[in-house]
């Protein structure tokens, strides 16, 4: 049994192939993130399509500059659909660089905001943001305490000892399978099991052996595998983990 805690399964059109998949790799459980608030309808009716699919609601960074209008409140009318468990993703990204900073932090609050008014844990993307991503965060949680995930977790163990502080959850993506992720391993390495989840972030990331292809759910037992091997415990463990943990942050 697996948790792919974080996807993107919008514009698929081999979708009851890609589900097939992941249902025969024992993938139970299927979190389809938002990333634009205008296309929560496409999320939903995937979520009512699949038992395993869930979704969440919420406003990416890249979108940030267009999405200005964007509220807490807006965000909370998505979340009223019985799958929506989450709020997200939501964020800084600083790598791409594709809306102003002072628009990016501007909308990730408002993205918190939707977490604490509603009780769902918030998906957070975080890249080359380290420390404005703490100081949102740690600042809205001193008001009002929220539940929340660091999403494809690539980041300084700064960020990573903050966020488990604040009693995040840290998802692992394929990237702990590529070769040059020494460091991030290692700071895996450190998390608590009960605070690890897995993810494909499919269709981007996929894993090795699947370097370089399109990604998705089914795909997510490797990177259980390589989380096993890094916490040296069996697959199957590693599996019992990850989902009893994604269920007991989203309550299912």
Known sequence: MLADSHCHLENNNELEEVMARAEKAGVEYVLDAGSNIDHINEHLDIADRFNQVYAAAGAHPHQA???AWVTAEDILRQTKHKKVIAIGEAGLDYYYDFAPKEAQIKLLKENVKAAQQSGLPLIIHNRDSDDDMIDVLGEAYDKQKFKGIIHCYSSSWKLAEKALNMGFYISASGIITFSNAEEIRANFAKIPM????????APYLAPVPKRGKINEPANVIFTAQKLAEIKKVTLEKMAEITTNNF????EL
Do not use: A, G, P, S
């Open 65 to 67: 500059k267009e999405l």
């Open 194 to 201: 009960d605070k690890l989840l897995v993810e494909t972030d």
């Open 247 to 250: 269920k007991r942050l989203f």
